[in-house]
Every structure is written in structure tokens, then in C-alpha cells.
């Protein structure tokens, strides 16, 4: 089946610190990555979507300066969360879809901690 | 309204039980429907497609009913392994899916 990885699993950083979370798909082409986020007893929010080569569409609220994300090959998608502080403490998670297919494939997640 | 509706649980039940969970979308322009299995501290994993004319995988069963807007998971012989965060997730376009809060299983010796 297919395969989605993420990087880090875990990070803790400080306030005001930017972080970089990878999503790379491993044996398959992703023309279309999500990015989704998760608080405690909460279910998943997708926060963008983002095709290889363009610019990322952003779901309402959420901040595109904040959370900039890059798709910049068929395998790789990042999301950058900038001057992270405390609120932004969540589970990451990201998904990869190949063609027009409905089905995503999730990556294991990023555990993000700010402190 | 909330998009996508479920009971949160948790569903205490024995092993062997017989378990169902209900889901609700507001959506009807709805066109995709998934029943997902997430785990503590993990990703959701796709547990099975969700189709019109009902179908079944092994011990899950799910059933769309279009009419009232309403998507169901019935687990037979539950197993200690069932338990997890079952999410009900609806595709109301090919990009989006939408995922409900979960339903909480525990099924116990």
C-alpha cells in the first residue's frame, strides 16, 4: 500500500522559534498533499491543500503567513509554523493523494510542543 | 450544525459484542463516504469505503442511507484489537474530506 512518512514524529521548541515538519510519500507520486491539524478529543481540521508547484490553498482561518507550506516536488510537501507559541501545540498530520483518486494516505503525524 | 456528526462514546463493550455506531453529514451534495480507525497518539487508517448499496469486510459492515443523510459502522464479534477512535469522514468535493469528532470504542475481556 502506500506509504507517507513524516519528520519529526515528536518536536519540542520554544516560543517564537519556527519549525519544520516534512511529509514525503514514499513509494508513489503525490500531486496533491494535505495538511491537517488535530487538538485533544478533536477530530481533524484540515488547514491546506497544496498541489506540487503551485501556491497553497488555505482553509478559512488559518493564517498562510503563519503556517507556509511548500510543495515543491511530486514527493516532498513541508510546513513551516512560524513564531510558534504555546496555542500552536497540536498533532500535525499530513495526507498525499496521487491523481484524481479520493482516497488520502496519511502520514504518522508530527507531535508539536511549544513552550 | 456541525458537518459531519457522531456520538463521541466511549462504547464499553464486551468481546464478542455486537457494536454499531451512527454518523450524520449535513451536506447533501455529499458524494464520498469513509469509516476511518484512528489509534491513540497515531493516524487515522482507513477501516473501508462506504457505499450506496451497503457493504461488508469480514467482521464490518457500513450502510449509506443517502435519504436521511446517515452512514453506519456495525462491528460483529468485537475483538480487544477493535478498540480505537472510529471517524466517520465525508468527501464533499475530490479534495476535501471532512471528518467527524469519533467514536470511541473499548472492548473489554
Known amino acids: 500500500g502506500a506509504v507517507v512518512s513524516q519528520h519529526p514524529s515528536r518536536v519540542i521548541c520554544k516560543s517564537g522559534t519556527s519549525v519544520k515538519i516534512e511529509c514525503r510519500s514514499l513509494?508513489?507520486?503525490?500531486?496533491?498533499m494535505f495538511w491537517y491539524r488535530q487538538f485533544p478529543k478533536q477530530s481533524l481540521m484540515l488547514m491546506a491543500t497544496?498541489?506540487?508547484?503551485?501556491?497553497?490553498?488555505?482553509e478559512q482561518g488559518v493564517e498562510k503567513d503563519k503556517f507556509l507550506i511548500n510543495h515543491a516536488s511530486l514527493t516532498l510537501s513541508t510546513l513551516t509554523v512560524t513564531s510558534a507559541h504555546p496555542e500552536d501545540s497540536s498533532f500535525y498530520i499530513c495526507?498525499?493523494?496521487?491523481?484524481?483518486?479520493?482516497?488520502?494516505?496519511f502520514g504518522p503525524g508530527t507531535r508539536l510542543t511549544v513552550t | 450544525r456541525k458537518e459531519v456528526e457522531q456520538d463521541p462514546g466511549p462504547f464499553n463493550v464486551p468481546e464478542g459484542a455486537t457494536v454499531a455506531f451512527n454518523c450524520t453529514y449535513s451536506?447533501?451534495?455529499?458524494?464520498?463516504f469513509f469509516w476511518y480507525r484512528q489509534d491513540c497518539r497515531k493516524e487515522p487508517k482507513l477501516l473501508m469505503s462506504v457505499y450506496s448499496s451497503g457493504n461488508e469486510d469480514g467482521r464490518f459492515t457500513a450502510q449509506l442511507n443517502r435519504a436521511s443523510q446517515y452512514i453506519s459502522l456495525l462491528i460483529r464479534d468485537s475483538k480487544l484489537s477493535d478498540s480505537a477512535t472510529y471517524l466517520c469522514v465525508v468527501n464533499f468535493n475530490t479534495d476535501k474530506l471532512i471528518f467527524g469528532t469519533g467514536t470511541r470504542l473499548q472492548v473489554f475481556p
Open positions: 513509494d508513489f507520486q503525490a500531486t496533491t
Open positions: 451536506n447533501s451534495a455529499s458524494q464520498s
Open positions: 495526507s498525499a493523494r496521487a491523481g484524481s483518486v479520493t482516497e488520502q494516505y
Open positions: 497544496s498541489n506540487e508547484g503551485s501556491k497553497a490553498t488555505y
